[in-house]
C-alpha cells in the first residue's frame, strides 16, 4: 500500500500534504515522490502538512536536510501537533503559510481571550534569531536576546532580561502589557505603536510598558508606583 | 579507539574558527594525540594554509566523498607534528558538493583511526554549516569581543541547541584586556552573561598570530605567546582537565604583571 503525497502550487511555492500512515512510511513515500519528480521540481520552496504528527528535531532535520538534498528547500511544517509546531519554530522553519485575515481573527482572539486560553509559557533563552508567535499571551522564564522576536495577541511577560524585539497586542489590542525584569527591547510594539528603548543608566529593575493617550509608556513595577501609575 | 568529533563554528566570519582549529588541533598532536582536522569551508579553504601543508595537497574532501580516492590518501600527515593530519577542502567546489549525511558517514569511518577529528566550519547559517555540525559531539563557538560577532554567536548558539547538539562550548578570541580596562570592549563576563553557555577558553589578541599563519606555523608551538597557551588550555579543557583561566584583566601595572609572567615559567 502506498502513502498518497499531494502536492498543490500556493503562492509561497508548493503545499505537500501526506497521507496516512506511520511516519517511517510517510517520510519515505515522499523522499521517493521527490526523487520521482525531482528535475521537474528542483529549487522549490515546500510547505509540508502533516497533520496531527508529532515529530522530534532529529527526524524533521533529518527530513530538512534529506530535502536539501534533492535540491529544494523545506521552509514551513504545518502541524496541529504543539510539539511538531515547537520543533519546526526551533529549527527555524515556518509554522503556518500565510496571516489570516485580520478581521477575522481579531474576532476570534477576542472570544479566545474572554475564555482566558492560549497562554503559552517559553521556559528557556531565546536566542537571536528565534521568532515566537502567539495569538494569546507569552510569559518567559528566560532571557530574550537581541535579535529574538516575541510577537503576541494579548500580554508579554518576561521573567528575565528582555533586549530582543517585542510586540504585544498585534492584532490591534491596546490594552497589552509588555512586562519584564529588565525592560530593554530593541523594538518594543503595542499594538499599532512602535517605540525605541532609551539608553538606560543604573541598575535594571523591573517595569512594565503599556499604551497610555496612544503612547508607549514603561513604569517601575515595583508595588509602590503601581498605585499611583498614571503619574509616571 | 573512538575519536571524539569536534566542531568549530561561529556564525560570523574572521573571528578565528580557523585559527583556533589549527591551534587546539597543533595542541592535542604535542601531546600525542592522533588528531584529524577536516577543513569543512569547501570553495574558501584556508586551513592547510595556517597549517602550512597547502603545497602538500593532492586529495581533498570532496574526492574522498565522491570516492576518488581512499581516506587515507586525502590525510595529508604534519611532518613537524607526525600525529596531526589534515583531509583538506577542495577548492574548486562548493558546499553542496557535500551533505550532512556524507560528512556523518566520513566522521564514523575517521573514529577508528583517531582519538580527535577536528571540524573547521565555514562562516554562515546555511548548508557548510549544517554539513559541520551534523558529524559533531561537541561544538565549539568562537566569537570576539564586539557586538556583532556575540549576536551571530547567539544565533549559532539557538541553531545548535535546535539540532540538538548543544550546549554549545564558548571561546572568546581576540579579547584585549587593555581595551576591556578601560570599558571600550564588552568584557568576558558581558558576553557570558549574553551567550549563557560554558565558556571553555579566552584567547588574548596577540600579532604574533599573524606571524605564525603567515609562516604555516600554529602558535602553539611558540612556548611563549599567551595566545598559544590560551588554546593548549583549550585543548586540555577538551579532554576534561580543570585549567584556571589566564589572568589577563587584572589591573595590575608592568612589573607585577612581569613577576607573574615571570613566575609561571614564561607561560
Redesign the interface.
Known sequence: MSIQVEIKGIREGLLVTLGDGSWDEREAALLSHLDEKGAFLRGARIALSVGAQPLKAVQLGRLRDAISERGLTLWAVLSDSPKTQETAQNLGLATRISKPRAGRSIKSLETRFQGGEETILVQRTLRSGYRLENEGNVVVIGDVNPGAEIIAGGHVIVWGRLRGMVHAGAQGKEDAVVCALDLSPTQLRIADKISLTPKRRGKPKPEMARLVDGAVVAESWSPKKITGMDTV | MSATVVTITSGKGGVGKTTATANVAAALAAEGHKVVCIDADIGLRNLDVILGLENRIVYDLVDVIEGRCRLRQAMIRDKRLPTLHLIPAAQTRDKSAV???DMVRLCNELRHEADWILLDSPAG?E?GF?NAI?PADIVLVITNPEISAV??A??I???I????KGPARLVVNRLKPEMVRRGDMLAIEDVVE?L?VDLIGVVPDDEQVVVSANRGLPIVLDGKSRAGQAFRNIARRLQGETVPFLDLESGAGFFERLSRFLRSGGN
Open positions: 551533505s550532512p549525511s547559517i548548508r549544517r551534523a549576536r551571530d547567539d544565533r548558539i539557538g541553531l541547541e535546535a539540532e540538538e549574553l549563557a
